[in-house]
């Protein structure tokens, strides 16, 4: 165990056995991350909930009593926090967690295990609701294989069928936001968000690792489908 360029510990992991290489960066890699650690002494259930407070705390969508959809939401850190700004514990707003995996129970959101890209996603989403949703968020990503080109339009399709989730259940004036990678591949995309949204931005935020392409679209101000028509 050494110290690293800051001063902390840097923990080592060792190889051996029946662990790959990629498995011993990963774990070296979760145990020197300083957000993993506040992640835990904050009660969050993973490092990307400082990723959503951060970005909200610029760009203040998640304001009380709106109502939210939290895509591919397992583990469920960007939850808990969209359930804390909007009132969810309180009733004052509503948070509605949705992914193909189990969740564990957060405090004032309701989740349902489904595929938000069948057919009926949007029509339960809206009784879960209760009408439509204020914000629309994805923090998710699809496999990788490894083959960049390849990872990136699976990715930058996955941000647009989730995107085209949001304009069947958005409210006028509604926001969408979700994790892209940084290429070329996305111009469709932006094209498609800037018809839909009167403001379109791309954010990274201090908790995204810096060597990641990871970085977020921001698109606010929905207009509804009575102005695309």
Known sequence: MAKDTTGRLHVTVKTGGK?????????ERQLN?????????EGFRSRAAFKLREMDDKYRFLKQGLAVVDLGAAPGGWSQIAAKRVGAESGTGKVVAIDLLEMGEVPGVTFAQLDFLTDTAPEKLRAMLGGG?????????A????HRKTDQLRIIGLVESAAAFATEILKPGGTFIAKVLQS???ASLQAELKRNFATVRHVKPAASRQDSSERYVLATGFRGF????
Do not use: C, F, H, I
């Open 19 to 27: 662990r790959k290489l990629s498995s011993k960066l990963w774990l």
């Open 143 to 146: 496999n990788t294989t490894g």
């Open 226 to 229: 009575s102005e695309q028509s």
């Open 133 to 141: 949703a204020d914000v629309v968020m994805s923090d998710m990503a």
């Open 184 to 186: 070329g591949a996305d």
């Open 33 to 41: 991350d300083p957000y993993v650690a506040q992640a835990k002494r």
